[in-house]
């Protein structure tokens, strides 16, 4: 055991300096085995010890596939869907190395799991298989199964016979992978996952979906987001799959020289927004909160200040939704909480926990609909909650506020829940200025968010339109339904969070009329002072 720890001690090292891997052909057969066990138990244990991919961009252009944490998080994901059985979604952006994992995944799960089908489909044939092209699917399946030592070759093993055109045959354990484009994908027999390259550029993805429904139980959608209008963006935003998002930030390799070049070098804003900002609506007009200003908050440098306050968006236990507590000291907003399968009277006491064990001093919460019931629940436990819980309507009035244009809220927006996410607007859009102009802002206007994806993806997710009257309106729930994006419940969570602080804490009962009536006055007397220039200016 000494000798195979020392040799792959020595592997490690050379992974580690981008060198090739060591010469095994040393090892006695039971070493051998031992690391074939530890090969097939440990798919990440195996990429990091025993393959290599190839880049002609640097040199040495074969370059041992040495994980990052995020890659290895892809893989164990990988694994739960394949565990679970139940389909996935990837977004990603743009070279990545995801095509590279998923091959890897393919490529051992074939070396080592019996009668393992895995099936490969995009939009073309030739960007599946074409010979000597490394940027199709099964070249860089070749390139990592060629590389690896002799003995962890399968056993009866003949290139020209069981490396075929799209399918790759294990004879030793009856393995297979295959490829397929277009509109015969998912044609070619079950497979125990299937791969969707580039999921969002299919021509006919009503075809495919009908075809790999009777095909296999674990079907992963892999893609750069190509807008919101495809299945693969109404599938992002419906939550009913999960969802592994892989953005250039989440790679060591890459920095903020590396995004600008890529700026200078596209030099189109709509393509850097979609491909590596992963924007689904950077084409669409009436975003309310574009990507790229979301992304500029995502971990931003600031200072937590003053107590800590709460945003609750109330779901009930059953449907796509869910409950999702916001907190955040000043600008600084921490990781979102999320449950479902609670009644409100559940919920309402995981709410109180969890306040309390952050020591939050105020909870705001939407107070119509699903939560109508937050009222009466609170009401009725022995211990009144140690915070304030403070209600918004966001069907009633906007406020009062005067804004630099010399109109009111009431005048600009159509709701409350349109204002309120238009502060949030402000915010992120200050933050923006900051980080990608050099323009300075008060801390205290602007924002910093948790790299919490869906969080970051509900952000942009509600449009607003111009009505007749000339004011703005905030997308309805429904009406973002209706165009088969979910409730941004993140979102709403936030905007909650951001409700400015009431004058009179102790007459603000919860679920009560005066509840509500000291938070929007809260608004209009806060507003001024918290956001500066660009949000209102006076208050009537």
């Known amino acids: 055991m000494a000798t195979i720890r020392r040799q792959l001690d020595e592997l490690r090292g050379r992974v580690a300096q981008h060198l090739p891997p060591a010469d095994t052909s040393g090892l006695t057969p039971e070493q051998i085995r031992a690391e074939l066990d530890a090969c097939a138990s440990d798919a990440v244990y195996w990429v990091n010890r025993h393959c290599l991919t190839y880049d002609p961009r640097v040199k040495p252009a074969r370059i041992p596939f040495a994980l990052f944490r995020k890659q290895e998080e892809y893989l164990h994901w990988l694994q739960e869907r394949d565990r679970l059985q139940e389909d996935g979604l990837v977004e990603k952006s743009r070279d990545m190395g995801i095509t590279w994992l998923c091959c890897a995944y393919a490529l051992h799960a074939w070396l080592f799991r019996p009668g393992y089908y895995v099936g490969f489909g995009s939009s073309k044939l030739e960007l599946v298989d074409k010979l000597g092209d490394m940027k199709c699917i099964f070249e860089k399946i070749r390139y990592m199964l060629y590389s690896l030592p002799e003995w962890m070759m399968p056993r009866g093993f003949v290139r020209k016979r069981d490396d075929c055109q799209s399918k790759l045959l294990n004879p030793a354990n009856g393995s297979a992978i295959s490829g397929e484009g277009g509109d015969n994908i998912g044609r070619g027999g079950r497979a125990s996952i299937y791969f969707v390259d580039e999921a969002a550029h299919l021509e006919r993805p009503d075809a495919v979906d009908r075809a790999l429904s009777a095909t296999t139980n674990v079907r992963i959608d892999v893609s750069t987001p190509n807008g919101p209008g495809n299945p693969f963006a109404t599938k992002r935003f419906s939550g009913t799959v999960p969802v592994f998002t892989f953005h250039w930030k989440d790679d060591p390799r890459k920095d903020q020289a590396w995004y600008e070049e890529?700026?200078?070098?596209?030099?189109?804003?709509?393509?850097?927004?979609?491909?590596?900002?992963?924007?689904?609506?950077?084409?669409?007009?009436?975003?309310?909160?574009?990507?790229?200003?979301?992304?500029?908050?995502?971990?931003?440098?600031?200072?937590?200040?003053?107590?800590?306050?709460?945003?609750?968006?109330?779901?009930?236990?059953?449907?796509?939704?869910?409950?999702?507590?916001?907190?955040?000291?000043?600008?600084?907003?921490?990781?979102?909480?999320?449950?479902?399968?609670?009644?409100?009277?559940?919920?309402?006491?995981?709410?109180?926990?969890?306040?309390?064990?952050?020591?939050?001093?105020?909870?705001?919460?939407?107070?119509?609909?699903?939560?109508?019931?937050?009222?009466?629940?609170?009401?009725?436990?022995?211990?009144?909650?140690?915070?304030?819980?403070?209600?918004?309507?966001?069907?009633?009035s906007p406020t009062t506020t005067m804004w630099p244009d010399r109109r009111t809220s009431k005048d600009r927006f159509y709701n409350l829940r349109t204002e309120l996410w238009w502060l949030l607007r402000v915010r992120f859009e200050k933050a923006f200025e900051f980080v990608a102009q050099g323009i300075k802002h008060p801390p205290e206007e602007m924002i910093s968010i948790p790299n919490c994806p869906q969080l970051i993806a509900d952000l942009s997710l509600p449009c607003c339109f111009p009505r007749e009257n000339g004011k703005t309106q905030l997308e309805s729930k429904a009406d973002m339904r209706r165009r088969g994006v979910k409730s941004p419940d993140y979102g709403d969570s936030l905007a909650y969070c951001f409700a400015p602080e009431p004058p009179c804490q102790g007459a603000a009962v919860a679920g009560s009329a005066a509840g509500h009536i000291a938070m929007r006055r809260g608004i209009d007397e806060d507003l001024r002072r918290s956001m500066g220039g660009r949000g209102p200016d006076r208050i009537w």
């Open 262 to 396: 890529q700026k200078r070098k596209k030099n189109n804003p709509v393509i850097i927004a979609q491909e590596l900002d992963l924007d689904y609506n950077a084409s669409i007009e009436g975003t309310t909160i574009p990507g790229v200003w979301v992304r500029a908050a995502v971990n931003l440098d600031l200072q937590p200040s003053g107590p800590v306050v709460g945003g609750w968006d109330v779901a009930g236990d059953g449907g796509a939704d869910a409950n999702v507590l916001t907190f955040r000291r000043g600008p600084v907003v921490y990781d979102p909480s999320a449950w479902g399968r609670m009644n409100t009277t559940q919920s309402s006491h995981h709410a109180v926990e969890l306040c309390e064990g952050v020591g939050a001093v105020r909870l705001y919460y939407n107070c119509v609909g699903l939560g109508e019931g937050v009222k009466g629940a609170m009401a009725s436990r022995d211990r009144k909650p140690r915070f304030a819980v403070l209600p918004v309507n966001g069907g009633a």
